[in-house]
């Protein structure tokens, strides 16, 4: 079951991608103030992570949840599908933060591509264990997304950390995943089919406040105008966690408000919400025009 209108999604993305993430992305990494503060973001677990989570609370909590939510079971449609697409993003990960280093001629970029790997595997096996052992069968759907939490949890302080810490960083983060997403449904009734809000959200939180806590001082001098290689609070520098922690804020505030006001106006100008008729038989047809899947 589906619930937006593709227009109405359209209408929102053009606004929230020019009057949402331009500004944060500004702030941290065009100059703006946060980054004149001192807050880091390698390769964008708070201008992009936080920034995406954040969003998709606001949009669930406006938007309400699917029909049956809470009553029906809903199941994923395609495992083998599910898990082929996270390997496709742990693939293209590596792009994403040691490509950050905009040359591979970097000395970091070997140290920032073992700590990705480090960090997700690490998220991974830690919600495959938590989830089998708390359930006596292993959730595969759960153990992609604590390999999708660590990848984003060591996305902002991939150049800044040792690969031991990023192994630590991995563990926290498929900890998160797991209680994070069944908080979110079970006390708080918030539908989120993906977990987009635990692996991206909470995880982005984690990892930007990470390099606040485990930056050991080996790289990173004249980032952001800070003075020296970058340290955090277990090394030394509480300056660096206080600099974080102001960001992780900042940005959550701004964007949840930001983001709930636009999707309320879109829902007052067009509506956000199929019918509950197109809601049981999908969007494809209706809103698309041709089905996604065929039996035949």
């Given at each position: 079951?589906?619930?937006?209108?593709?227009?109405?999604?359209?209408?929102?993305?053009?606004?929230?991608?020019?009057?949402?993430?331009?500004?944060?992305?500004?702030w941290v990494w065009g100059g703006g103030w946060l980054q004149q503060m001192g807050v880091l973001d390698f390769a964008g677990g708070i201008v992009v992570h936080i920034t995406a989570g954040v969003s998709a609370l606001a949009?669930?909590?406006?938007?309400?949840?699917?029909?049956?939510?809470?009553?029906?079971?809903?199941?994923?449609?395609?495992?083998?599908?599910?898990?082929?697409?996270?390997?496709?993003?742990?693939?293209?990960?590596?792009?994403?933060?040691?490509?950050?280093?905009?040359?591979?001629?970097?000395?970091?970029?070997?140290?920032?591509?073992?700590?990705?790997?480090?960090?997700?595997?690490?998220?991974?096996?830690?919600?495959?264990?938590?989830?089998?052992?708390?359930?006596?069968?292993?959730?595969?759907?759960?153990?992609?997304?604590?390999?999708?939490?660590?990848?984003?949890?060591?996305?902002?302080?991939?150049?800044?950390?040792?690969?031991?810490?990023?192994?630590?960083?991995?563990?926290?983060?498929?900890?998160?995943v797991t209680k994070a997403v069944s908080v979110l449904e079970r006390r708080f009734r918030i539908d989120d089919p993906v977990g987009a809000i635990a692996v991206h959200g909470c995880c982005g939180a984690w990892g930007a406040l990470a390099l606040g806590l485990l930056a050991d001082g080996s790289y990173g001098a004249g980032w952001n105008g800070v003075k020296g290689p970058v340290t955090g609070l277990l090394f030394g520098d509480s300056n660096q966690f206080f600099a974080q922690l102001i960001g992780v804020v900042v940005n959550a505030a701004f964007v949840f408000g930001a983001s709930f006001g636009f999707f309320k106006m879109v829902e007052r100008v067009m509506g956000n919400r199929v019918s509950a008729e197109v809601e049981w038989n999908g969007l494809d047809e209706s809103e698309m025009g041709a089905e996604a899947y065929r039996n035949s």
């Open positions: 079951v589906e619930r937006i209108k593709f227009s109405s999604f359209l209408v929102f993305s053009l606004a929230w991608a020019t009057l949402v993430y331009d500004p944060v992305a500004h949009v669930a909590i406006v938007i309400g949840a699917r029909k049956g939510f809470g009553t029906d079971p809903m199941e994923p449609h395609n495992i083998p599908t599910t898990v082929m697409g996270a390997a496709l993003l742990w693939f293209g990960w590596f792009g994403f933060n040691a490509g950050s280093t905009l040359a591979a001629t970097d000395a970091r970029v070997a140290t920032i591509a073992v700590n990705t790997i480090l960090a997700s595997a690490s998220g991974a096996i830690t919600a495959l264990m938590y989830e089998w052992s708390r359930n006596k069968k292993p959730d595969i759907p759960l153990t992609c997304n604590g390999l999708l939490g660590g990848l984003v949890a060591i996305t902002a302080p991939c150049a800044f950390v040792s690969p031991a810490a990023a192994v630590l960083i991995g563990l926290v983060a498929g900890l998160i």
